[in-house]
T-cell receptor, first 111, second 118 residues
Framework: KQEVTQIPAALSVPEGENLVLNCSFT??????LQWFRQDPGKGLTSLLL?????REQTSGRLNASLDKSSGRSTLYIAASQPGDSATYLC??????????FGKGTSLLVTP | GAGVSQSPSNKVTEKGKDVELRCDPI?????LYWYRQSLGQGLEFLIY????????KSGLPSDRFSAERTGGSVSTLTIQRTQQEDSAVYLC????????????????FGPGTRLTVL
């Protein structure tokens, strides 16, 4: 069974800092990897999707990398803002559809 | 355009009762997924529909859970004889397709239904 682990479980940083969230998975035969954010009491918002053949994806201040061989992905957030405070979830698919989620990293960006 | 919608947003029920949760996917999306988010358990996959193909029910935790998708659009998740351990947020997602790559697999989630079984 695919296990997805996210480190750290919680993170608090001052506004303006760059930060890295980590995700690791046990089965490297993934189809794709997705990063989501979840705000309290709300659904998930897709941030970035990386296909297995890709190494990274970028959207604004966010950059996600994928190293399939080592079973790792990182989400880099540049110049963090208080509005970035949320839980960030990493998820991988094996067969191309069902997502296997990590338990998330709870991020707090303080003004 | 409209996103994925779910109803009700909150449902409180008594143990032993049946409940129905509804999901309206994004128009044109052929793939639909149900997930459950429990405290301390994280998000877990329940069931997947793709077009007219038979659904993948491999994530359903027991035979008290069932789901259907009518006309390739709206889906209903039914939980019979609810138990306290069924209390969770039930999330629905849809994607344009699945397995096609090139971003078509991106899953868009609804706001969820918070189910509380007393």
């Amino acid at each position: 069974k695919q296990e997805v682990t996210q480190i750290p479980a919680a993170l608090s940083v001052p506004e303006g800092e760059n930060l890295v969230l980590n995700c690791s998975f046990t089965d490297s035969a993934i189809y794709n990897l997705q990063w989501f954010r979840q705000d309290p009491g709300k659904g998930l918002t897709s941030l970035l999707l990386i296909q297995s053949s890709q190494r990274e994806q970028t959207s604004g201040r966010l950059n996600a990398s994928l190293d399939k061989s080592s079973g790792r992905s990182t989400l880099y957030i540049a110049a963090s803002q208080p509005g970035d405070s949320a839980t960030y979830l990493c998820a991988v698919t094996l067969g191309g559809y069902a997502l296997n989620f990590g338990k998330g990293t709870s991020l707090l960006v303080t003004p | 355009g409209a996103g994925v919608s779910q109803s009700p947003s909150n449902k409180v029920t008594e143990k032993g009762k049946d409940v129905e949760l509804r999901c309206d996917p994004i128009s044109g999306h052929t793939a639909l997924y149900w997930y459950r988010q429990s405290l301390g358990q994280g998000l877990e996959f329940l069931i997947y529909f793709q077009g007219n193909s038979a659904p993948d029910k491999s994530g359903l935790p027991s035979d008290r859970f069932s789901a259907e998708r009518t006309g390739g659009s709206v889906s209903t998740l039914t939980i019979q004889r609810t138990q306290q351990e069924d209390s969770a947020v039930y999330l629905c997602a849809s994607s344009r397709t699945s397995g096609a790559g090139l971003g078509a697999d991106t899953q868009y989630f609804g706001p969820g239904t918070r189910l509380t079984v007393l």
